[in-house]
């Protein structure tokens, strides 16, 4: 087998990159789509919420606002929390206050990150989003983001935020999204940095008080069905911008679809291809050795023989094909994570190292039995072979 691999080895080496390029891709765009599917349940999870309030006028990214809070300098009165929760149909009601950005200059980080006051109720969804999370955290502690400090954010770990120390309470698994950046904090304790901070002083003589207002509303209701009409109803309490998360979601969640199918049709496409040239190139290169063939038939060697020749040549240059498409697929995919992560282009989860393995042995398996498929027929027509008339006619050939 490996003898006539080698005879023909420029056929070999095409069969093998199309195999290769096939489980590649197919790999990469699944891992992407676990990811990608991954980290919108995750912005699900964490926004808990059907509608989200912010200041009229506010130039905020719905889909950032409710992935990743996109925390601007808005604020408005916290009444409005309080008017929010008298209108009929709304069940809950949890506030979050954004702070400035911090840099190196003020703050033990060592890169640019956001504060964001929140409530108890979005302290419980974050604790769902690390196995150290925890319902309350002390009004003296900190939720730090998946990829701050270097992953050194441990349980106890004193920081400085704006001249104050802090403990970190726990840290978030990374999500791809700007909350990988940002440090949560009690409602109250970012109002107090927030009102010392001679960056904001300005903002406090514009909107007054920090310890009167907030940034965003977070808002579930009592019927997903009438979202628009308690949105309506929401929208008439005063200046204010309502965005509805399900049409966000609907939205992120077909470009999401769009951007798979694309890769997913690319990636069958390939498979397809390779499939046909891994049986075009078993077809040419079994019927281009008839004549050996048939001589092996005159020296004794039995039909089963022949098959399994023919067969394990399929499958040793599949095997081969996998093993390096799958090296390639991981790469592939790490580099789109890394770009996506990057920009925060969409909300992404890794897969875990089971559904990494599941998707390895997936696309093996695949491929193999293309393999198997590509020579069944081959070793049909070769164990039909009539040695004395296939010799002659290779002769003539």
Known sequence: MFH????RRWQSLAALAGVALGVGLLLAVWLLYRGLSGGLERGRQCLGADLLIVPAGTAVDPDQALFAGSPLNVYMDEKYAEMARKVPGVRRVEAQFFTQSLHMDCCSLGTEVRLVGIEPGVEHRLATMSPLGRERIEADEVIVGGRLLNGVGRPGTMIELLGDLFRIGYQLEPSGTSLDYSIFLPIDTARKLAAHSEALKPTWQEFGPADHLVSALLVEVDDPGKIT??????????PLKIIQAAETFQRIKRLLMAFVVVLAGAGILTATASAIHLSGHVSSAVWDRKGEWALYRALGATKLRLAQLVIGESVMLTMAGTVVGVPVGLVFYRLAYARLAAQN???????????I????????????????LASVAPAVRVTQLEPASTMAQGDID
């Open 4 to 7: 006539s691999l080698s005879r």
């Open 229 to 238: 009409e308690v949105a309506f109803a929401l929208g008439e309490l005063g």
């Open 345 to 355: 282009a969409f909300p992404f989860v890794p897969p875990p190292t089971v559904a």
């Open 357 to 372: 393995l599941a998707a390895l042995g997936g696309g093996v398996l695949i491929y193999l039995l293309l393999g198997l």
